[in-house]
């Protein structure tokens, strides 16, 4: 192969779209050139800056909320395409105190929702410090496999609890192993997973009382929590909220062992 | 709408501007409602930031029709851009975090939008042909492109040479 073609294929290497043949032949070429090398490096060094300084917009909460009213309006006509008419006074009585109701439950969910998060911060913020140590250490596993049957008996045999394991390589998330982590002064069974070029790190502990499905960003990190099948999954990585809220919810689906 | 951040960042990088993204995500999202009996099974992430993308098409016609560029190859390149930055300028106000987001803002259209659906949404090609409306083989042209051009920018450029500057 020489250089014009390898360079498409950097390119496809570093998105992650080559197949097995073109993966070996990039990797081969790799090898014996350095000019190919540093084109590499400089993709990789330009797609790592611009996830980490290249922002990632968020939805205001404002248009949330609009989107959310639209939608209930949406489903409202779709279910009751007629609404009964009514005076026009009484109609102005009722969607005052449906405003006033909406905006006392609106009062309500959001002061318990901060008092949540703030609880839950913490922890968030220490799951993904260990996730960015982690990293750093080049994805420290203790136990790498990509066979659940036997990451599972590793972990239960040094924690007081079995965390279920999953492999969803088919869905192209791959297991690759686990870990013990000190997560919230407990010790936690930590399972790696990786989503194209992205590590994703699941934290896993018994269900405990109070913690509310959150989802937040720390330092450019995804944090994602959900509670499900008698424990509370809290997934920390690079990838998209979207993909990793998906991801947790996924696994705390109480499926069963496949 | 699960996909609202995913549809909110897109509008966001395709308008450059805050408000008139939450005008595009709104229609856009007026336009899904209606038609979410057409979405089966399919990835509902990609189908709402294909309405999303065409929304921002409409809205851009009536609001900023001269950001629209016919692709006939070279004219992306020519085109001029009305919001693009001056780099020296904005180079010796913002910090070197800022530069970065702010040459990918100055990207042209066509380019900025496969840039934005690969590295941020982390679309496949696949995908990201689908929602743009392109072959495959334009998509990889346009990213090679649009990666090429954060690579020679001259806001990295003016920054580097200010830091070196500042080391010496």
Redesign the interface.
Known sequence: MNCNEAA?LV??YV?G?VDDLQRRTIEQHLRTCANCVAEHQ??LA??D???A????????P???E???A??AE?AAAAGAPRPRPLRERWRWLISGAVAGCAATIMAWTVGTTVLAWHTNEDVAAEAVAMHVRATLNNHLIQVASSDQHTVKPWLSARLDYSPPVRDFSSDGFTLNGGRLDMLDKQRVATLVYQY?LHMIDVFVRPETAGAAPTLHTIRGFNVAHATGAGMDWLAVSD?????L??FVERLARDEGAP | ?????????LA??LTRN?SD??DV??DA??RA?KYIGALRDGDA?SWFLTIVRHAFYDWCKRNRPSEIVRDDGTAIDLAADPMAIDPEQAASRMSD?????DA?AALPLPYREV?VL?????L??KEIARVADLPVGTV?SR??RA?GL??RSPLLHAIRGRTSEGDR
């Open positions: 498409t390119a496809r998105d779209e400089a993709a330009l797609r800056r611009v996830r300084e290249v922002p990632y917009h968020q939805a205001p404002t248009l949330r609009r989107v959310r639209m939608a949406a194209r990838v998209s909220a979207d993909v809220k998906a | 709408m699960p996909h609202l951040d995913a549809g909110y960042n966001r990088w805050a993204a939450e995500v709104q999202c007026v409602l992430r975090s800022q530069v970065l987001a990918v840039l690969r590295e941020l949404e982390e496949s090609y990889m990213l090679a990666r954060l690579q």
